[in-house]
């Protein structure tokens, strides 16, 4: 399965975008979906994960609130939708996919090719 993100940009703080990450080749079935990000200068950072059947999910203390992670199956796509956003929050975004139950981006298998979301205050 391949990943393509897409959606990120430029937004005021308190503004809300909203990211996708379609998938190709493939579906998200029997995957966990991911989404990370990495502002400059630091690692990656897990934001959330969804299980496959859309059941689980799971935030980081640091979007939970704001942020909320959608899967369409009949789209074959993961989106992001996040709300009042902090300067904070710039970063790369990055979905991905990957087989175990975790928040560590090395068990994720396959990954998006990141896209750019700035916060300006």
């Known amino acids: 399965v391949q990943l393509q993100a897409s959606g990120g940009g430029l937004v005021q703080a308190g503004g809300s975008l909203r990211l996708s990450c379609a998938a190709s080749g493939g579906t998200f079935t029997g995957y966990v979906a991911g989404w990370f990000r990495q502002a400059p200068g630091k690692g990656r950072e897990f934001i959330v994960r969804?299980?496959?059947?859309?059941?689980?999910?799971d935030y980081a203390d640091s979007v939970k609130g704001r942020f909320t992670i959608i899967r369409d199956t009949v789209k074959n796509t993961v989106y992001l939708q996040m709300n009042s956003l902090k300067s904070e929050d710039t970063a790369v975004y990055y979905c991905a996919v990957g087989r175990s139950w975790s928040t560590l981006y090395a068990t994720y298998e396959r990954w998006g090719q990141g896209t750019q979301v700035t916060v300006s205050s």
């Open positions: 969804i299980g496959w059947s859309g059941a689980g999910k």
